[in-house]
C-alpha cells in the first residue's frame, strides 16, 4: 500500500514564475491538506480539498491555489513567486469517515532566486 | 484559534537516556499527533492519540484531554531518534495546527 506520494521532491524557480505540485493520498483517503513549512518552523496549513472542493483555507494570499481531481489526488499552485515562498510543502491525506488522523508525504522542497 | 505549545524547544542526550516532551494546547481537539520529522523533511507518524495512553517499542505517549496536554515518552535514547518532534492538534475534520516542535540530539 503506497502512502502519500508527492512530485517533485526539489524544485528551483525564478521569482514571479508560476509552480505546480502535486500530491497522490494514501489509497482509501479522500481528503488532502497542503502545508508550509519554513525553515526552523512548525507546517503552516494552507488549505483542505474535499470532494473536489476547498473545504477550509488557512491565512494565505490567492496566489496560493489548489485543485483536487476525481481520483482525490491533488494540486498546489503558487503564482507570483516571491522569495518568502521558499520553503517544504507538505502534503497529508486523511480517510474517508472515522478516523481523522493524517498522514504526510515526503514534502517538497521549493527554492525562490 | 488554536494555540499548541511544545518543551523543552531543545533537548541534548547521552544515548541511552531517557526524557519527556510535553505538547500543552488551549482548547478540546479531538486529533492529536506527535509526528518525527527526519532530516529529509518527511514527517513520521508516531501517534495518533487526542486521548488515553499507547505504547511503540521504546516509544509512549499519553494524552490528559480534559487537561489539554500531551507527553510523548522516549526511553533508552538511540542516535536515530534525533531530529524535530512535534505534536500537532485538531478539531473535527479541520485543519492540523502544529507546535513549533522539539529539537532532539542524542550523542554517543
Known amino acids: 500500500d503506497a502512502g502519500v506520494t508527492q512530485s517533485p521532491t526539489h524544485l528551483i524557480k525564478t521569482r514571479g514564475q508560476q509552480v505546480t505540485l502535486r500530491c497522490s493520498p494514501k489509497s482509501g483517503h479522500d481528503t488532502v491538506s497542503w502545508y508550509q513549512q519554513a525553515l526552523g518552523q512548525g507546517p503552516q496549513f494552507i488549505f483542505q480539498?474535499?470532494?473536489?472542493?476547498?473545504?477550509q483555507r488557512g491565512n494565505f494570499p490567492d496566489r496560493f491555489s489548489g485543485h483536487q481531481f476525481p481520483n482525490y489526488s491533488s494540486e498546489l499552485n503558487v503564482n507570483a513567486l516571491l522569495l518568502g515562498d521558499s520553503a517544504l510543502y507538505l502534503c497529508?491525506?486523511?480517510?474517508?469517515?472515522?478516523?481523522?488522523?493524517?498522514?504526510f508525504g515526503q514534502g517538497t522542497r521549493l527554492t525562490v532566486v | 484559534g488554536i494555540q499548541v505549545e511544545q518543551s523543552p524547544p531543545d533537548l541534548i542526550l547521552q544515548e541511552g537516556a531517557n526524557s519527556t516532551l510535553r505538547c500543552n494546547f488551549s482548547?478540546?481537539?479531538?486529533?492529536l499527533q506527535w509526528f518525527h520529522q527526519n532530516p529529509w523533511g518527511q514527517l513520521i507518524n508516531l501517534f495518533y492519540i487526542p486521548s488515553g495512553t499507547k505504547q511503540n517499542g521504546r516509544l509512549s505517549a499519553t494524552t490528559v484531554a480534559t487537561e489539554r496536554y500531551s507527553l510523548l515518552y522516549i526511553s533508552s535514547s538511540q542516535t536515530t531518534d534525533s531530529g524535530v518532534y512535534f505534536c500537532a492538534v485538531g478539531q473535527g475534520f479541520q485543519k492540523l495546527v502544529f507546535g513549533t516542535g522539539t529539537r532532539l540530539l542524542v550523542s554517543p
Open positions: 480539498y474535499y470532494e473536489e472542493e476547498e473545504r
Open positions: 482548547d478540546s481537539v479531538n486529533n
Open positions: 497529508a491525506s486523511t480517510p474517508r469517515g472515522g478516523s481523522t488522523e493524517a498522514f
